[in-house]
């Protein structure tokens, strides 16, 4: 509902509240004025009368006689309805019972009335179903009370005059409404008229739209409503050159943003191509092809969860045809981890072709990483030196995963653990040694977490007892292809869940001799 129809409404309610009242007022005192008239005219005729008393003697003789003819007619109504009384068989007690009721009602409700003018010297005025009795006390020429006076007059006139007074007065209340309506319509239209220009001006501004050119004739006018439209129309404006500014500032810093976005990814696709040639770097300097000796053999598989890994393997060519075994994983991931990884697998390499012993050989190279280590980094190794002619595997282990031997029968074997801390967290460590023999034709399976931690879309991971089953179960031909149905369980398990880890895998397979 419009404020325009809710002002009409209000107005109009509220004049027809009052012309209601007024008519209503009207009609009452229109009433009591005449009644009062009456009274006024009663008491006239009271005096005139008290003034016929003192000149005439005769007017109680008239007045008894009047009443006395009263009394007769009122004697001869009450003997007819005591004839038809008995007539219909009404027992004499109730017919007595009645009489007196009609006599109560009737002169004696008269008198009794008239006794009271006379005792309080006041006049009254009773409306009956007959006409208006109108009561007045008759004083004399010294205000002494010589009696009282009745008059009944007829209805017909007074219920007349009221009506005439009640057609009047409606009819001048529905003259005041109709003209109320009219001038609360025109006060409603011109109060209501400016706010809805405001209303729809501010409309179009939320859209967007500040042509407000129509808000003109509303800012011109007085009072509360003019200053308004007046401030509306400013803080428009200003919202329209703010608005302005914004877009122009958006749209340079939009096209500052894009300029940025193409740099970054110029920048963004020269890191990769740099990392590209990292990853292919590092993965080079890794061997490839493991030493001929022996008839033995070797494979490996290494793949980085990110552009460069921690991960390492090697196969080092020792004195007297020995070979060094090598799996390593760097704590963390990307490029620093790559970076200590071959920090790392640079110092052990020049331990291992300078000390036969494996755990004499990690001990030195930890106490070489732990004066090169400014990012507190550390790696988990695997060392192990293998003679490929007697199958000796002599081996130290810092913190790696142990790794398994497929025997001939088909069987794996966990190597025993040793204790031992990853290399660089803390100088001057010992690593235990232990020794065990790969048969002819045995695998060596060495291997990082990121075998047995990968995990599928439910956040499972392959497990250590899933490997050691995708080692027994696949009859090798070769280093390579066990590497093969390996990596290829593995991935079969994690299916299209991301790689989270760098996985490492290598398989060394002892020859004839």
């Known amino acids: 509902m419009s404020l325009r129809i809710r002002l009409l409404l209000l107005v109009t309610l509220s004049l027809g509240a009052a012309v209601l009242v007024s008519v209503a007022a009207l009609s009452v005192n229109a009433r009591d004025s005449v009644l009062a008239q009456m009274e006024r005219d009663v008491g006239v005729l009271a005096r005139v009368l008290a003034q016929t008393v003192a000149l005439s003697e005769r007017l109680p003789e008239e007045m008894e006689s009047r009443l006395g003819e009263e009394m007769l007619t009122m004697s001869r109504i009450l003997a007819r309805y005591v004839a038809a009384a008995e007539a219909a068989g009404t027992r004499p007690g109730a017919i ?54 009745f008059v009944r007059l007829p209805r017909g006139a007074l219920d007349e005059l009221l009506a005439h007074q009640l057609r009047a007065a409606l009819l001048v209340g529905v003259a005041i409404l109709g003209v109320g309506g009219l001038l609360s319509y025109w006060f409603a239209d011109r109060l209501a008229r400016p706010i809805a220009r405001v209303t729809a001006a501010a409309e179009r501004v939320y859209h967007g739209d500040f042509k407000l050119e129509d808000l003109a004739p509303t800012g011109e006018q007085r009072g509360e409503i003019g200053r308004l439209a007046t401030v509306f129309h400013s803080m428009a404006r200003q919202v329209e050159n703010r608005e302005r500014a914004l877009d122009e500032m958006v749209a340079q810093r939009t096209h500052e943003l894009a300029e940025k976005n193409e740099a970054l990814e110029q920048a963004q696709a020269q890191i990769n191509a740099e990392l590209d040639v990292a990853r292919a770097l590092q993965i080079a300097i890794l061997p490839h092809d493991f030493p001929a000796m022996g008839g033995s053999s070797a494979a490996a598989f290494i793949e980085p969860a990110r552009y460069m890994g921690g991960d390492f393997y090697d196969f080092i060519e020792l004195p007297g045809g020995r070979i060094g075994l090598v799996v390593a994983d760097v704590s963390g991931k990307g490029v620093t981890a790559a970076f200590f990884m071959a920090v790392a697998r640079t110092n052990l390499r020049l331990m291992a072709l300078e000390t036969p012993e494996p755990g004499l050989c990690m001990a030195r190279a930890n106490d070489v990483l732990c004066t090169q280590n400014p990012k507190d980094l550390f790696v988990t190794v695997f060392y192990a030196v293998f003679d490929p002619l007697s199958g000796e595997l002599r081996y130290a282990n810092g913190g790696h995963n142990p790794p398994f031997i497929r025997r001939a029968s088909g069987t794996v074997e966990m190597l025993p653990s040793l204790a031992g801390l990853g290399l660089g967290i803390m100088p001057d460590i010992a690593f235990d040694e232990a020794e065990v023999t790969l048969g002819v034709g045995e695998h060596l399976v060495l291997y990082s977490d990121g075998i047995t931690e990968a995990m599928n879309e439910d956040f499972a991971e392959f497990g250590t007892e899933r490997l050691i089953e995708a080692i027994a179960t696949h009859p090798p031909t070769s280093s390579q292809s066990l590497v093969d149905a390996i990596i290829l369980r593995v991935r079969e398990f994690v299916g299209v869940a991301p790689q989270t880890d760098d996985i490492t895998l290598a398989v060394v397979t002892r020859g004839a001799g």
């Open 96 to 149: 007595i019972e009645e009489l007196r009721h009609i006599i109560a009602a009737g002169t004696l409700g008269i008198r009794e009335i008239l006794g009271t003018v006379v005792a309080s010297r006041q006049g009254r005025t009773v409306i009956t179903a007959e006409g208006v009795d109108v009561y007045a006390p008759i004083l004399g020429a010294e205000q002494e009370m010589a009696g009282a006076f």
